[in-house]
């Protein structure tokens, strides 16, 4: 019996740091069945080039740290299978958009996750250890609201999609305002006027165009595009009260 | 400009953009009909001088376009030309002025 030889894939993967700091390197890599694009990096890394950087940690799309741009869509690699997204045999593999790049594959996360600070991504406590636990009755509108918006794995794929963050760098983008959105819903939070006042405006959910992108590629299949619609709906009524 | 400001341009340009939906739709609506039905510059004028409710429409109209242009190009400019800040927005409220000057000028020569 002949055993065949496996498809070999095209791999263009980005060396180096960002624009004229860095090129495509081409590897070849055998191709299997239900292999992720994920495994392909750590193939080659493992196989080929150990000085490649890249990053990941759970591989089961639940930790968010893999997210890269594959083909030029941001997904997460490690359930994001080759069949899927090759065209015939060729893969482009570049670090996530929209963010600044350390070298290969990896991107400075810190821009992105500053935001969350600044959208007020931290919950304000109201009660004490002493108090009774807060019952928030899960058929409740804002439960709900939050119930929709809560799995967000902060992996970086709706802010490396997102027009808007790359036209306008102050903009908080589509996770850390979604992350806002589900604390405003939160009843046992304590800071959702300060949240709200940090969330309006230009470099806020004022800025969303209502592209969607976030949206068509979250990876968790969330809509931010519907958080930030209910922030702006929030912080209109706020306006309109004189409470903002 | 503080996110309060922020917040209240942007209902500013929905709330004129529910305006001009309506005032765009009337005005194309009424000017093709007015072409159809073969009526000429004076018979136009004729209809319009004195006619107060066509006057207030007209009006309406300005004062929206002159809150929604320059709240739109404002952006605009801020996205794609990164053009911000006080000096930015001296210019969009002065294009905005000079937008009603302007519509309220031509709507004054067809009513009064």
């Known amino acids: ?244 | 400009m503080s996110a309060r400001s922020q917040t209240r341009l942007w209902l500013a340009q929905r709330a004129s953009a529910a305006v001009l939906a309506v005032c765009v739709l009337v005005h194309l609506v009424t000017m093709i009909a007015a072409v159809k039905g073969g009526l000429s510059a004076a018979d136009i004028l004729g209809r319009t001088r004195g006619n107060v409710l066509w006057g207030a429409f007209y009006a309406l109209f300005v004062v929206a376009v002159a809150i929604h242009a320059p709240i739109g190009l404002r952006t605009i400019a801020s996205e794609w030309l990164r053009w911000r800040g006080r000096g930015a927005d001296a210019c969009w409220l002065a294009v905005g002025v000079a937008l009603f000057a302007l519509g309220i000028r031509a709507v004054a020569a067809v009513v009064l």
């Not at chain 1, 406590?125 to 929709?148: K, Q």
């Not at chain 1, 036209?167 to 908080?172: D, E, H, K, Q, R």
Request: glycine letters at 8%; one cysteine or more; aromatic letters at 6%.
């Open chain 1, 1 to 244: 019996m002949v055993m065949r030889e496996p498809d070999l894939l095209q791999v263009d993967v980005w060396r180096g740091g960002s624009n004229d700091k860095g090129r495509f390197q081409t590897y070849a890599v055998p191709r299997h069945e239900a292999q992720t694009v994920l495994d392909v990096v750590t193939w080659i890394q493992r196989k080929l080039d150990p000085t490649l950087a890249y990053r990941f940690a759970c591989r089961v799309g639940m930790c968010g740290s893999c997210a890269m741009t594959v083909n030029g869509r941001a997904r997460w690699t490690c359930r994001t299978h080759v069949g899927k997204v090759a065209t015939g045999n060729r893969l482009q593999i570049a670090p996530l958009a929209n963010l600044a790049i350390v070298r290969d594959l990896v991107v400075d996360m810190r821009e992105f996750f500053d935001k969350w600070a600044k959208a007020g991504g931290a919950f304000t406590p109201t009660a004490s250890r002493r108090d009774d636990f807060a019952r928030v009755a899960p058929a409740s509108p804002a439960r709900r609201e939050i119930d929709a918006a809560i799995e967000c794995i902060g992996c970086g794929v709706c802010y490396a999609s997102c027009d808007v963050v790359a036209w306008n760098p102050s903009y908080l983008g589509p996770a850390a305002l979604n992350r806002a959105w589900t604390l405003q819903n939160d009843v046992r939070d304590g800071a959702r006027a300060e949240r709200l006042a940090a969330v309006a405006g230009d470099a806020g959910c004022h800025a969303c165009h209502t592209l969607s992108a976030c949206t068509e590629r979250c990876p968790k299949q969330l809509s931010p595009t519907a958080s930030i619609a209910g922030l702006k709906r929030m912080t209109a009524r706020a306006a309109l009260k004189g409470e903002l």
